[in-house]
Antibody, heavy 118, light 112 residues
Framework: QAQLVESGGSVVQPGRSLRLSCTAS????????MHWVRQAPVKGLEWVAVISFDGRNKYYADSVKGRFVISRDNSKNTVYLEMNSLRRDDTALYYCATVSTTPFSDYWGQGALVTVSS | DVVMTQSPLSLPVTLGQPASISCRSGQGLVYKDGNTYLNWYQQRPGQSPRRLIY???SRDSGVPDRFSGSGSGTDFTLKISRVEAEDVGIYYCMQATHWPPTFGPGTKVDIK
């Protein structure tokens, strides 16, 4: 059974950094592009970043470009989100997901809560 | 970025009655390969999103057949033929034809 487990969520002060991890199991992780999608409190879903299956291509939402870095380690079945210069409006539940358009391939984690507050 | 809009944003329904959610995209969603990459997600209270429909009308495995998707071009619809209590939640459309993927604002479905 496919599973994604995020970790690393925390309370952090504005301007500081934080790294989220997401470890996959139960599917061929190295064949999938991986996304981070966030959801601010009582808000909708916002796509944040994606990394291709081989790590060569990365794309970011304008709201995080230049501050967040997505990476992956296929030997560890893990995708990361390095978040720098955090702002209060980065406060959200961060999901890693495959966000697929094909059958039997759309998986989401349970989310990691990031709270940016002084 | 492609703007996705949904209506209504709130949908109170009676158990056993049908429900319909509209989703519109700011640009056509037909990709150069001829496919239309429009997904529908359900997010139950306290849970992660779960995909119900991909490529406009293909239902995911395990999704009850009371859920159906339709549409083309810029106008899409998610229908629930007979609403059950477990259908309460927020429903999002999402396009993956154009980069970056974008979500609609969500439609909250609850029971009258």
């Amino acid at each position: 059974q496919a599973q994604l487990v995020e970790s690393g969520g925390s309370v952090v002060q504005p301007g500081r950094s934080l790294r989220l991890s997401c470890t996959a199991s139960g599917f061929n992780f190295s064949s999938y592009g991986m996304h981070w999608v966030r959801q601010a409190p009582v808000k909708g879903l916002e796509w944040v970043a994606v990394i291709s299956f081989d790590g060569r291509n990365k794309y970011y939402a304008d709201s995080v470009k230049g501050r967040f870095v997505i990476s992956r380690d296929n030997s560890k079945n893990t995708v990361y989100l390095e978040m720098n210069s955090l702002r209060r409006d980065d406060t959200a539940l961060y999901y890693c997901a495959t966000v697929s358009t094909t059958p039997f391939s759309d998986y989401w984690g349970q989310g990691a809560l990031v709270t940016v507050s002084s | 970025d492609v703007v996705m809009t949904q209506s209504p944003l709130s949908l109170p329904v009676t158990l056993g009655q049908p429900a319909s959610i509209s989703c519109r995209s700011g640009q056509g969603l037909v990709y150069k390969d001829g496919n239309t990459y429009l997904n529908w997600y359900q997010q139950r209270p306290g849970q992660s999103p779960r995909r119900l429909i991909y490529k406009v009308s293909s239902r995911d495995s395990g999704v009850p057949d009371r859920f159906s998707g339709s549409g083309s071009g810029t106008d899409f619809t998610l229908k629930i033929s007979r609403v059950e209590a477990e259908d309460v939640g927020i429903y999002y459309c999402m396009q993956a034809t154009h980069w970056p993927p974008t979500f609609g604002p969500g439609t909250k479905v609850d029971i009258k």
